[in-house]
């Protein structure tokens, strides 16, 4: 089956550093989604990618979509205390079921004053 | 505009026991999925159903667990005779196209603990 596997599974920075994960999918995807979860919380919604290639900016996230559609990136620039929390892609399928996500395994992000 | 609503929030159950976890999407979403997380863990797909229909259950459990969206009324996950690993998160979330690939709305989950 479809798996999606995210690096690094944990990262710590000083506030003021940037930081970036990688999310690899055994299998061309029709989109992928990023979500961010707060300690204790549920995850929220980021962003959607559909292109091959396409990159989309939101504030210090920059989110990226391969070339292959099998891989993605977010980076963050110039971390701060609010970016603290785990960030897991959602890789999409078109199936008859809809578009069915597999979420990665998540990067837990902690960022030291 | 309520979100996606989980009860109960948190839940403890003795093994052997029953545990019903119910799900109510966002006002005018007709697709609910169930995930569970493990501590530490990502999320794993569990089932995807329609309004009285189940249309993808590729990632429940073949035994004890079931669920369900009536016409009326939430969506509700049942665990029967829980055992110690089924403890975990269970995120429900609600989607509002099955044509829109747009985002899901979570739930704030129910933590289940079995003693």
């Known amino acids: 089956g479809q798996q999606v596997m995210q690096i690094p599974q944990y990262q710590h920075v000083q506030e003021g550093e940037d930081f970036t994960t990688y999310c690899n999918s055994s299998?061309?995807?029709?989109?992928i989604q990023w979500y961010k979860q707060r300690p204790g919380g549920h995850p929220v919604f980021l962003i959607q990618l559909v292109k091959s290639g396409e990159v989309k900016k939101q504030k210090r996230l920059t989110f990226q979509f391969g070339e292959a559609k099998k891989n993605s990136s977010l980076h963050i620039t110039a971390t701060q205390t609010t970016d603290v929390g785990t960030y897991f892609c959602a890789g999409g399928l078109y199936t008859g079921g809809g578009n069915k996500l597999t979420f990665g395994t998540g990067t837990q992000l902690k960022v030291e004053l | 505009n309520a979100g996606v609503m989980q009860n109960p929030r948190h839940l403890v159950r003795r093994r052997g026991q029953e545990a019903r976890l119910r799900c109510s999407p966002m006002?005018?979403?007709?697709?609910v999925y169930w995930y569970r997380q493990l501590p530490e863990e990502g999320l794993k797909f569990m089932v995807y159903?329609?309004?009285?229909?189940?249309?993808?259950e590729s990632g429940m459990p073949k035994e004890r667990f079931s669920a369900e969206f009536p016409k009326e009324g939430p969506s509700i996950l049942r665990i029967q005779q829980v055992v110690r690993g089924d403890s975990a998160a269970y995120f429900c979330a609600s989607s509002d196209s099955i044509a829109n690939t747009g985002e899901l709305f979570f739930g704030e989950g129910s933590r289940l603990t079995v003693l």
């Open positions: 159903l329609q309004k009285e229909n189940i249309i993808d």
């Open positions: 006002k005018g979403h007709s697709h």
């Open positions: 299998t061309t995807l029709s989109n």
